[in-house]
Each structure stands twice: as C-alpha cells, then as structure tokens.
C-alpha cells in the first residue's frame, strides 16, 4: 500500500513538472489610446503619428520597415504639434487647389479620423506638409 502511495506521488509530481509559458502580451491596446494625427510618406515608407494613452500620457512613434521608435512627449509639445499639424491640415485640405483625376500618391495625412491623400504633383500641398516632416523626423 505505502509503495502505491509513493509511485502515485511521484507520477503525479513528474506530470506537474511542465508549466505552459506565458504568451507574449501587446503593449499597443487600442482601448486605451487614441492616434491624434499621422503622417504616412509613401516614398521614404516610414509612418510617423502621435497618440494619446488612457493616462494622459503622449507618445511620437515612428514606424519605419519592421523597426518602430518611441519618443514620449511633455503634453505642451504635444499640443504645439497637435496645433501646428492641424493648421497645415487644414489649409492643405480647405485652401490649397488640388490635382483633379488620378494621381500618385506621397503623403497620406490623418488628423483624428479625417483623413487626406496628397499627390505627387500637387507641389504646394507637399511644400506646405514637408517642414513639419523634416521636424518631426529630427526628433528620431
């Protein structure tokens, strides 16, 4: 009886050796942020966008290829940003003409659900963006 006791234990304890690891968690939960603006350049394609988390706290995120930065932001910068971006938004959107029929596209801009593509040709529309690009990229 003892040695039935004694092969029971030590059968069980032998299963009990193997543990599942766990599996590798997300740390982008769409729940708990929000995408303010972002910048998609088709050419160079890299995908720069500011988000907002749950906690009121602000991220600069580049994607580039499979890598992607993460700069966080003071929410002071983040809303000259936010400011500046939606500025240029809306004059590329509202003010400047755009190239009518089919085109190329090089730039495709967001600003909280809205959403715009600029075309290769309509150069005044890229004059107007590439600043705020090339500030943003010095950032990486």
Known sequence: MRTWIVLFLISFGAMAQHAAQPEKESTSDL??????????????????????????DYFLRLKD?????????????A?????DFASRFLKIQY????????????LRLSLKGES??????????????????????KRF
């Open 95 to 106: 003010e400047l003409p755009a190239s009518e029929g089919k085109c190329e596209v090089t």
């Open 116 to 137: 715009q593509e600029v075309c290769k040709k309509d150069d005044k529309k890229t004059q107007e963006i590439k600043p705020f690009l090339d500030a943003i990229g």
């Open 65 to 77: 290829d499979d890598d992607e930065s993460i700069r966080k932001v003071d929410s002071r910068d």
């Open 31 to 56: 729940r708990s942020s929000l995408s303010i603006f972002s910048i998609e350049d088709t050419d160079s394609e890299k995908i720069y966008w500011l988000e907002r988390t749950a906690n009121l």
């Open 79 to 83: 809303k000259k940003l936010e400011m």
